[in-house]
């Protein structure tokens, strides 16, 4: 059967089964996995495993077995190879984000950049802790952790109230996106092949610049529009009691300490047989270094006496990422059996001589399954192994880390009814629906847009060949 035919049925099985049928992800994206595998012919596996012993990955005996392999035995491999790359990290950031909420150590960010920035600018210190905190937690978890914040300040500044929930979605939505150890930009990083350090300074400079688009929005939209704080928020702020927070070093620790770690691995040369080398490669490891910051995270929660907490932040955190890990193990399946097929092979001539398209093609395929299905993380999912299959086609010339960031732009627009961070947004600030509508979705929008053309600059300017 013809690779594209074959990819077209595994499209419509997922994305009909997540739309009409209202499947949850996991499932649909299974299922698609096991429809492919099943449909994929002998000579395209035989293909695609003499191909892996060319580059290594495999044996010629292996190779040799390949073509006979049950479909089912198939998904189950490439399902487990992308737990195995993912597991830990995911498990262990949602205990680190979650670690943090309950010490107060995120909110100590934020109430140390409010002292700094002082209230005139104080829309600048949401933007930037949300911008911050949403590199380990969830956004909608930050959302409910800086709306207080927000509407304390705005209770003394009413009319940017707006500005500030605005500036609040703009930075953290970014970095949700954008930057790992959220789910959508590892895994996306993980399926094309990019360092983690790689992913992560690159959504970061890209998503700076994307993110600021919003903001320049958020005071248009805080010019034309009004928001007041709900009336039956204004009394709970005036009796909320100030909690005891840790020190603001001790609260950056767990964001900072995984990020320099891992540049430390890549970036230090490593004299061989040095001591100190083995102890770079050793911490800068991605599943220790998370590791080492999750318990600093514990050890705040601890030390502020809080040490029954540890098992709650853990059991809570482990709860949600147990369920985001098996969809996004489900999408490594699914991808992993699209590249048995021999997909890369025929976009790859497609794209012969119009590489530059591919990055706004995979923008516009995950804006597609955003807009349609809600979830910004499904979509970069569901986009992931398309992007594969052009990288590995030969046809295009641009490096993953642009294709990664190009479907973590294409996860912003565009947000409306049927994405439960547009309700979260919504009911906690405030906002009507349709003010939400003209507010909220235009500048999450807006930033996906301006972040698919600075990638495509940076592609273009700094190709960054291998």
């Known amino acids: 059967m013809n690779p594209l035919l074959l990819f077209a049925c595994g499209m419509v099985i997922v994305l009909g089964g997540i739309l009409w049928l209202r499947m949850h992800a996991f499932l649909a994206l299974v299922l698609g996995a096991f429809t492919v595998a099943m449909l994929t012919p002998a000579s395209a596996l ?7 012993v060319t580059k290594g990955e495999m044996t010629a005996k292996a190779a040799a077995a390949f073509p006979d392999k049950a479909a ?3 998904v189950a491999e490439e399902f487990g190879k992308t737990c195995a790359h993912l597991g830990i990290l995911i498990a262990m950031a949602g205990i680190l984000g979650e670690a943090m909420l309950l010490s107060g150590a995120a909110e100590s960010i934020a ?3 409010l002292r700094w920035l002082g209230a005139a600018r104080a829309h600048w ?3 930037a802790t949300s911008f911050t905190l949403c590199i380990p937690v969830f956004f909608e978890t930050v959302f409910y952790l800086l709306m207080p914040l927000v509407k304390v300040v705005g209770r003394e500044m009413p009319s940017r109230y707006l500005l500030l929930v605005m500036c609040t979605v703009a930075g953290g939505t970014i970095t949700h996106s954008l930057v790992p150890p959220t789910p959508g930009p590892l895994f996306a990083a993980q399926a094309l092949g990019v360092p983690l350090w790689q992913m992560i300074w690159m959504g970061t ?5 994307a993110a600021l688009f919003g903001v320049a929005f958020a005071h248009f939209s805080n010019r034309h529009h009004t928001l007041e704080i709900p009336a039956e928020d204004k009394a709970v702020l005036a009796a909320a009691p100030l909690r005891k927070l840790p020190p603001l070093w001790l609260a950056l620790v767990p964001v900072f300490l995984p990020v320099v770690l891992i540049g430390l691995d890549s970036f230090v040369a490593a004299t061989p047989g040095s001591h100190v080398g083995w102890l770079v490669r050793t911490l800068g490891d991605k599943d220790i270094a998370i590791t080492l910051g999750t318990l600093v995270a514990l050890l705040t929660l601890a030390w502020q006496g809080n040490a029954a907490h540890i098992s709650k932040a853990a059991s809570e955190a482990l709860g949600t990422g147990a369920t985001v890990l098996l969809i996004i193990g489900a999408g490594g399946a699914f991808g992993g059996v699209l590249r048995q097929t021999g997909i890369s092979e025929v976009l790859g001539s497609m794209l012969q001589g119009t590489h530059m398209l591919a990055l ?4 516009l395929i995950t804006a597609l399954v955003r807009t349609a299905q809600g979830s910004a993380t499904v979509a970069m999912i569901t986009a992931a192994p398309i992007a594969k299959a052009f990288i590995d ?3 295009v010339h641009i490096d993953p880390v642009y294709f990664a960031v190009a479907i973590g732009c294409g996860s912003k627009p565009f947000p409306w009814m049927n994405d439960g961070g547009f309700w979260i947004i ?6 009507r629906e349709d003010q939400t509508l003209r507010t909220i979705s235009p500048m999450m929008s807006l930033q996906g847009v301006a972040g698919l053309v600075i990638t495509m600059l940076m592609a273009w300017l700094w190709p960054m060949p291998k």
């Not at 035989?46 to 892996?52: F, G």
């Not at 400079?205 to 610049?209: K, L, P, S, V």
């Not at 919504?426 to 906002?431: A, F, I, K, P």
């Open 125 to 127: 210190a949401f933007f």
């Open 360 to 363: 706004p093609m995979v923008f």
């Open 111 to 113: 109430r140390a950049l």
């Open 205 to 209: 400079i890209i998503g700076t610049g």
């Open 72 to 74: 089912g035995a198939r």
């Open 393 to 395: 086609g030969g046809g």
């Open 46 to 52: 035989r293909t695609h495993a003499e191909a892996r």
């Open 426 to 431: 919504s009911r906690l600030s405030g906002l």
